[in-house]
């Protein structure tokens, strides 16, 4: 298959900075990693070592992807703990038209990161594009909770509201079958999307 064919989890990747190699990283693979200046698909399972920090010791993430990431979705990879350094890096190899096919099914929410990180890291909205981010997911995963907060913190226009697919009327419905949550919450929820013009 494709996707396989560029697996090689036996070749090890250069670490350019060792001096960012994790503490809890010991014994031989410390040696290996510190003094050899390679990390390996092993020593970055059995220690779960993340993309941040492979990124933070500057092993190409690109070469982890295409070497070390199971498509289509790289489920094999820790995305958790992933700061702005890293997404950016992480973006770039995602763009490669390679990469990109090889990972159809790699996305913000399937990589573990959810709405917490969203805010935290505020991606531009190409970025989001290009970890497929919709308007549906970030339904799902509560965004609406924040209600036009989330417009006064990312400022999104018209065509890129509509780009991820929202849709008012599918968000006033969402609300609206939602039994549990409070007449506020239901009236922050529907505050989300695109500024809505009020007229006099």
């Given at each position: 298959?494709?996707?396989?064919?560029?697996?090689?989890?036996a070749i090890p990747l250069r670490i350019a900075n060792t001096k960012m190699v994790p503490?809890?990283?010991?014994?031989?693979?410390?040696?290996?990693?510190?003094?050899?200046?390679?990390?390996?698909?092993?020593?970055?399972?059995?220690?779960?070592?993340?993309?941040?920090?492979?990124?933070?010791?500057?092993?190409?993430?690109?070469?982890?992807?295409?070497?070390?990431?199971?498509?289509?979705?790289?489920?094999?990879?820790?995305?958790?703990?992933?700061?702005?350094?890293?997404?950016?890096?992480?973006?770039?190899?995602?763009?490669?038209?390679?990469?990109?096919?090889?990972?159809?099914?790699?996305?913000?929410?399937?990589?573990?990161?959810?709405?917490?990180?969203?805010?935290?890291?505020?991606?531009?909205?190409?970025?989001?594009?290009?970890?497929?981010?919709?308007?549906?997911?970030?339904?799902?995963?509560?965004?609406?909770?924040?209600?036009?907060?989330?417009?006064?913190?990312?400022?999104w226009n018209e065509q890129q509201w509509s780009e991820l697919g929202f849709d008012r009327?599918?968000?006033?419905?969402?609300?609206?079958?939602?039994?549990?949550?409070?007449?506020?919450?239901?009236?922050?929820?529907?505050?989300?999307?695109?500024?809505?013009?009020?007229?006099?």
């Amino acid at each position: 298959m494709a996707g396989s064919m560029y697996i090689n989890r036996a070749i090890p990747l250069r670490i350019a900075n060792t001096k960012m190699v994790p503490d809890r990283i010991e014994g031989e693979d410390r040696r290996l990693t510190r003094a050899g200046n390679v990390m390996t698909y092993n020593i970055m399972t059995e220690n779960s070592v993340s993309i941040q920090e492979l990124s933070d010791m500057g092993v190409c993430i690109m070469q982890v992807l295409m070497l070390w990431g199971e498509a289509p979705g790289a489920q094999n990879l820790n995305f958790h703990g992933l700061q702005l350094s890293g997404l950016v890096i992480l973006t770039k190899a995602i763009r490669n038209e390679v990469i990109g096919a090889r990972f159809p099914q790699l996305s913000w929410f399937s990589m573990g990161l959810g709405v917490k990180e969203l805010l935290h890291l505020k991606p531009k909205f190409d970025v989001l594009k290009t970890f497929r981010v919709t308007a549906e997911q970030l339904i799902a995963n509560n965004a609406h909770d924040q209600g036009s907060n989330w417009q006064l913190i990312f400022g999104w226009n018209e065509q890129q509201w509509s780009e991820l697919g929202f849709d008012r009327e599918s968000l006033a419905r969402h609300v609206a079958a939602d039994k549990t949550a409070s007449k506020d919450m239901k009236k922050r929820r529907l505050q989300w999307g695109p500024p809505q013009l009020a007229y006099f």
